[in-house]
């Protein structure tokens, strides 16, 4: 990567998601962190929530997989932080780069939550009044979040005897207050603003409202009190508005940002990512045998099937999110498939996306001890466990919108079909006791991806997707489709490495029938075609990579440090 002057000397990046995978975002910030770090090395500093050390319980040793710990890194700052009322723990988020992270502690700081919430009333109209939910955990620690910067900046300045520049960048409204305290009480910080999805915007949708067909008749406002969402909406807009820079990470969000909070963004920040994260070669290949034999295996067992090695796995995952990430749309596509009786071969539809999980599946678990050291399990002279699609037992078994879905639209689970479907509600962390394997280790073993989404501002599933080779589909409706259309200058196919479809509030059927007919053709698809197809997906990854993207936060610094 070519040299990258710097406009500012201190980065400080402020997010519920650092060294906490519970999001998107966290996928933004951990794969762009090598990026950053190559230009500002340890001049860029995380932060977020001390929520492990928190949950362990005082005395209790953090046990955060995604933080190593480290108490000489930054220690005078650390102690004068302590006196202050920050509590703040040092170390490096365990990605690579390795980031010098700040996790701060807020919970020392509850009892001061409806001062806080005045003097946000006070200074920048926040109206906190009807909060619910985690607004309260988020909006204290990014207060001490932007507590935490100021004091670290005027340390640094401090320490080296000099002026220095910093930018704080606040990441979605859980980062709001943060950039709120800084724009307060220390302007010589400049302050950046990055929205990845409005509330507002997600909210209309996964209230089932139709968000494009009435689109230009929305008041931000207005739908946030008809939605309860004045508080979140409140902390974002303020923050939107109040920013040196005001980002986001699509030109389909950007209308969002214009439509809902009143300002359009001075930068786009799209989602890149690194191909640190990524398999290659022979390990690539051995780890896509792995995965393949952990899905076929787990269906077999529960289907009590025979499905081989030739058989096409077609997967979704994400967010649990039903509406917006269109799983609705894939299980209807899926049925249409099996009514066609067009297959000529097997297809497994893998669904992975986290859900109220109780347990992994005993006589699922039971089966699976049988299965040999090397062949594929053999299950079929047994009968089918019930509700043989699902690996693991639900809370709420009944009530989850995929299970209805699949039974609601008439999937079969005969014997004899060639469309089988294998349901992994659980979050694939290597430690889910059945699959037992990272999501991205089972992503390489499938063959293509469909990500059908109503609402995607920018669509990370369809990105981690190429960049382990395997091609997808996605929809005009994701910024990652957007942008693919954009690379290839037409309405990009498969041949691509990634298919995108055209949808909106009016063409749900035709949909429908697009993804059936694309699962249909892939499965007709020779090895070396689908080789090709992979290649494809590969070569159009390299473009969407942070070497490439990272320098847009440049040009978002550089216009925050000059306002």
Not at 151 to 168: G, H, I, M, N, T
Not at 242 to 248: H, N, R, V
Not at 360 to 380: C, F, G, H, M, T
Not at 511 to 536: K, N, P
């Amino acid at each position: 990567m070519k040299r990258i002057s710097k406009p500012t000397d201190y980065v400080f990046q402020a997010s519920w998601e650092v060294c906490n995978k519970v999001g998107g975002i966290y996928t933004v910030l951990s794969t762009q962190a090598k990026a950053l770090e190559g230009i500002y090395k340890d001049n860029l500093i995380y932060i977020g929530p001390d929520v492990h050390a928190r949950v362990s319980g005082k005395g209790a040793k953090n046990t955060n997989p995604l933080f190593s710990a480290d108490s000489t890194l930054l220690s005078g700052l650390a102690r004068q932080l302590k006196k202050q009322g920050i509590p703040t723990r040092f170390g490096r988020w365990n990605v690579p780069g390795s980031p010098i992270v700040a996790l701060v502690d807020y919970e020392c700081i509850r009892d001061e939550k409806n001062k806080i919430y005045g003097e946000m009333w006070e200074s920048f109209g926040v109206d906190s009044l009807n909060a619910y939910g985690d607004y309260d955990d988020a909006s204290l620690f990014a207060w001490q979040a932007g507590r935490m910067a100021v004091a670290a900046y005027r340390y640094f300045c401090k320490q080296e005897k000099q002026d220095l520049s910093a930018v704080f960048q606040a990441h979605e409204w859980m980062s709001a207050f943060g950039l709120l305290y800084v724009k307060k009480n220390e302007p010589k910080m400049a302050t950046v603003f990055t929205t990845h999805a409005t509330s507002i915007g997600r909210s209309i949708t996964c209230n089932n409202k139709q968000l494009y067909a009435y689109f230009d008749g929305y008041n931000g406002d207005q739908m946030a009190r008809e939605l309860n969402m004045e508080a979140k909406h409140s902390a974002e807009k303020a923050a939107a508005l109040q920013a040196d820079c005001m980002t986001t990470v699509s030109e389909l969000t950007d209308r969002e940002c214009r439509q809902f909070l009143g300002r359009e963004a001075d930068v786009i920040l799209p989602n890149g990512f690194d191909s640190s994260f990524t398999y290659k070669g022979a390990q690539l290949q051995a780890v896509r045998k792995r995965a393949r034999k952990a899905m076929l295996n787990t269906y077999n067992a529960l289907n009590g099937d025979n499905l081989t090695d030739d058989t096409l796995i077609v997967a979704t995952s994400g967010r649990n999110d039903f509406r917006c990430k269109g799983f609705d749309l894939f299980i209807n596509a899926l049925k249409r498939v099996q009514d066609s009786g067009d297959l000529q071969r097997d297809v497994l539809a893998v669904i992975a996306v986290p859900c109220w999980e109780k347990a992994a599946r005993e006589d699922v678990n039971e089966r699976l001890a049988q299965k040999p050291a090397i062949k594929l399990l053999d299950a079929s002279e047994m009968e089918p466990l019930p509700h043989p699609f699902i690996t693991h037992e639900l809370y709420n078994f009944n009530e989850e919108p995929i299970v209805q879905t699949i039974y609601g639209c008439g999937l079969s689970f005969d014997k004899g079909q060639r469309l089988h479907l294998l349901f992994i509600p659980t979050y694939l962390d290597g430690n889910d006791g059945v699959i037992n394997m990272p999501y991205y280790d089972l992503l390489t073993g499938c063959d293509y991806c469909i990500y059908p989404s109503y609402y995607e501002p920018w669509g990370y599933t369809p990105l981690e997707s190429i960049a382990f080779g395997v091609p997808c589909l996605t929809t005009t409706l994701s910024g990652f489709g957007q942008w693919v259309a954009s690379v290839t200058g037409h309405q990009p196919l498969v041949s691509d490495g990634v298919a995108v479809v055209s949808r909106d509030d009016y063409n749900y059927d035709e949909c429908v029938g697009e993804i059936a007919t694309s699962i249909v053709g892939m499965a007709r698809l020779s090895h070396a075609d689908w080789q090709q197809f992979a290649a494809a997906a590969t070569e159009l990854s390299k473009k969407a990579m942070w070497k490439d993207f990272v320098k847009q936060y440049i040009k978002a610094y550089t216009l925050a440090v000059k306002h």
